[in-house]
């Protein structure tokens, strides 16, 4: 699957993107997928639209797509948790830009 536009630049450290992995684990895996792949109707984040990333907060926190399904998260995850998750999403849409690359390069 091409990918357009690109994700956002990882800037998280490795610490950051660990502790959001952790955290997507425990609150989002659920219903996002292991490794945030989707599933269903439920989108893969790694294939996240720029205006998501920009929303991240407001739709992980704030609930602003609960008619779609996603419920805020205001009351169990702080804005500091919110980045460390969106820093973990940020790097599987990366690694899955390098997974396509591999796979054209052995095309």
Do not use: N
Request: hydrophobic share 45%.
């Amino acid at each position: 699957m091409a990918r357009e536009p690109a994700p956002p630049p990882l800037e998280a450290t490795p610490e950051q993107v660990a502790r959001g992995k952790s955290l997507f684990a425990a609150r989002c895996m659920p219903c996002h997928g292991d490794g945030a792949v989707g599933g269903g109707v439920v989108p893969d984040l790694r294939y996240a639209s720029a205006a998501t990333h920009a929303g991240f907060d407001a739709i992980v926190r704030g609930g602003v797509r609960h008619q779609k399904g996603m419920a805020g998260f205001a009351q169990v995850l702080d804005a500091d948790d919110v980045a460390a998750i969106h820093a973990y999403v940020i790097k599987r849409a990366h690694d899955a830009l390098a997974e396509q690359a591999a796979q054209a390069r052995h095309d």
